[in-house]
Nanobody, 115 residues
Framework: QVQLVESGGGLVQAGGSLRLSCTSSGSILSFNAMAWYRQAPGKQRELVASINNGGHTNYADSVKGRFTISRDNAKNTVYLQMNSLKFEDTANYYC?????????WGKGTLVTVSS
């Protein structure tokens, strides 16, 4: 059973930066893609960014130019660098590992942006 553990969340002022980390108990190369999602109170979970084994990245329009997803295969870790944070970025951020027929999820890390 793969475990994903997120870290790096916290309270930050608008305009500030945070870097989230997601460490897998297994090799991230075994997954088709790694991704970050977020869920704000009262809203549905949404995709923030993803990265596949080839390094191809995909971003939600709302975070393009501000967030960067990256991976360190040797450390089995995926990162989400978040810059120019806005109040509306406040949410629980979840790491996910995607296979063709199965997904694994972390428990999430809370990001709170004060205006």
């Amino acid at each position: 059973q793969v475990q994903l553990v997120e870290s790096g969340g916290g309270l930050v002022q608008a305009g500030g930066s945070l870097r989230l980390s997601c460490t897998s108990s297994g090799s991230i190369l075994s997954f088709n893609a790694m991704a970050w999602y977020r869920q704000a109170p009262g809203k549905q979970r949404e995709l923030v960014a993803s990265i596949n084994n080839g390094g191809h990245t995909n971003y939600a329009d709302s975070v393009k130019g501000r967030f960067t997803i990256s991976r360190d295969n040797a450390k089995n870790t995926v990162y989400l660098q978040m810059n120019s944070l806005k109040f509306e970025d406040t949410a629980n951020y979840y790491c996910a590992a995607h296979l063709r027929l199965m997904d694994y999820w972390g428990k999430g890390t809370l990001v709170t942006v004060s205006s």
